[in-house]
């Protein structure tokens, strides 16, 4: 096999505001104020991968306890309540916070023991006097209070979907909702055709809903993303996030990739060392349709990994003294793969053991869906094109969010597998979807997406023939 690498061309980057930070904490100092002394029953927040959603969540829920205002919190996951548990009994270790869970075996991480001031309970009762509980909207919706909470944080608000808020909407009397309108649209295991473009949609997610019948609600966004690096930081902004943009909170040249190990001179580690120069990396193989768990792309995937630990990759940045700091070593579980499907997952993981890794390093690499990456961070991530090989672009592997996610979960780079043909697969198969009266999505166009990504990776492109 020989590597063909494409001229990458001369990339303007994104011109770099004077201070990401100070940007970034006027952003939040405006969204507390309307949340502690506003006006309005709502206040809406746009957050892009890596902007410190979390942060601001922990944050906002600390300063209205401290002025007096109890509050409930409502996150969309068991693993995110647990986490937002164990960020806030961290960050003020006094603060008395209520994990409400479900009744079933194991209903919360054991870790939120170690924290004296969690309680855990079944029965709300049992937390009553907590200046702050957490649990699912799924769990919320079975409590009945006397009198509502003042204050809600609802968290991860755009996977919410707008039924989950209705059922929960009469425990509290304000609200900050905080999302991320990239992500995967809420998820829904029955058909929802019927109410497609009604006002009361029950599909669509909680602040499109809210938005469309309260427009006066206070909307901001956090205009940094601290994980993306500024190669990055651009393209998901322009072809995600066209009505929210943002920045990177680095600049070019602030992260550093790098391998200790020379390249071989195969196509998988010319792609590699574009990736770790440029921020981008596209593995493209042959034209072809395959099966959906295609043989071939999965071992280039499988590949790519092992040849990232064999070669002791390595990362400078901004929290290891710079990029001439003395760095850390690109372990294997600061590596993701990311897929679309379960089978193809499993199929990289069976590969990746095959392959044996090195020392046995290659099983610590998270293997998973975009829907499982999703709020999660990695160093490197290599993502298996969902539309790869495939004969048609159906509306699941057009879905902006999916693409979305597996595009912005490193801090350093991202590498790519993807047969060639997809672009002419696009345009063969335009969208055909009937367009619906109703809320408008914050998400742009799938295909257009698609095409955007594409044309940013083809200057980062090695053939493998």
Known sequence: MTAIVEPSGAVAPAERAADPGRAAAAATEAILADTL??????????????????????????????????????????????????????????????????????????????????????KPA???????????????????????????????????????????????ERALFVGDPGQLDPFSQVGVEQWTGQPHDPSTSAVSTLLAHNPALPQHRLPVSWRLPASAAELVSDAFYPYTPFRSGTGPGDRRLSFAAPADGSPVDAV???????????????????????????????RLVHRMLEREGGTRSERD???DGP??????????????????????????????????????????????????????????????????????????????????????ACVVVCRAGVAELLDEHPATEP???????????????????LARLARHRVRLE
């Open 37 to 122: 002394d506003g006006a309005h029953r709502g206040v809406v927040v746009d957050s892009p991968p890596g902007a410190g959603k979390s942060t601001l969540v922990v944050r906002a829920a600390r300063e209205l306890a401290a002025a007096g205002h109890p509050l409930m919190v409502i996150a969309q996951t068991n693993a995110q309540v647990d986490d937002l548990v164990d960020r806030l009994a961290t960050a003020d270790p006094q603060l008395p916070v209520g994990r409400l869970h479900s009744s079933e075996p194991r209903p919360y991480d054991p870790m939120l023991d170690r924290h004296p001031s969690v309680r855990t309970s079944a």
């Open 126 to 172: 049992d937390l009553a006097g907590q200046d702050i509980v957490v649990s699912t909207a799924a769990k919320w919706a079975w409590v009945s209070a006397e009198e509502p909470w003042r204050h809600a944080i609802v968290d991860e608000a755009y996977q919410m979907r707008s039924d989950a808020l209705l059922a929960v909407a009469g425990l509290f």
């Open 272 to 302: 590699l060392d574009e990736a770790a120069d440029a921020g981008w990396g596209l593995l493209e193989l042959p034209a072809a349709r395959t099966p959906r768990t295609d043989p071939e792309a999965v071992g280039a995937v499988a």
């Open 321 to 323: 003294g710079g990029a």
């Open 327 to 412: 760095g850390s070593a690109l372990s294997a579980d600061r590596i993701a793969v990311g897929t679309a499907h379960r089978d193809q997952a499993a199929a990289v993981r069976a590969a990746l053991a095959e392959l044996g890794g090195v020392n046995g390093a290659a099983a610590e690499v998270t293997v998973d869906t975009a829907n499982r990456l999703q709020g999660r961070e990695f160093d490197v991530t290599v993502v298996l094109h969902p539309l790869s090989g495939r004969p048609d672009a159906t509306r699941f592997h057009l879905e902006t969010g999916r693409l979305c996610v597996l595009a912005s979960r490193h801090r350093h």
């Open 435 to 453: 367009v619906q009266l109703g809320p408008v999505s914050p998400a742009p166009d799938g295909w257009e997406a698609h095409q955007a990504v």
